[in-house]
């Protein structure tokens, strides 16, 4: 549930300058920090969010950074908030400073 905030906060952030009338841009939601946000909930979340906005014909991808553990360097292929941990070595996954998830308008609105 964590997530709704996140996506909320970035969401706004880029929608706030567009029209209230018409339909709305594309949008990338990048998770920057995956120990601390999960993409379908982020997928969720921003629909949700968008409709709310009235934007609900907007489009959005959902990306998500590599995470690598600090202590081993390996890629941690399943890094969620579930599971924080490294798959190779068991090590807590390092958390990425600023925003778990940030907002990017890659077409603009009509």
């Not at 929608?15 to 998770?31: F, H, R, V």
Request: aromatic share 4%.
């Amino acid at each position: 549930m964590h997530e709704a905030g996140a996506v909320s906060g970035a969401i706004e952030k880029v929608i706030a300058g567009w029209p209230k009338t018409g339909t709305g841009g594309q949008l990338e939601l990048e998770i920057r920090d995956a120990t601390r946000a999960e993409s379908e909930s982020v997928a969720f979340y921003a629909a949700a969010i968008l409709a709310e906005h009235g934007y609900e014909t907007t489009t959005f991808t959902v990306t998500t950074n590599d995470t690598h553990c600090a202590l081993c360097g390996e890629l941690a292929v399943k890094a969620s908030p579930a599971d924080p941990q490294c798959d190779h070595c068991g090590a807590p996954l390092p958390q990425v400073p600023g925003p778990a998830v940030v907002c990017r308008e890659v077409a603009p609105c009509a």
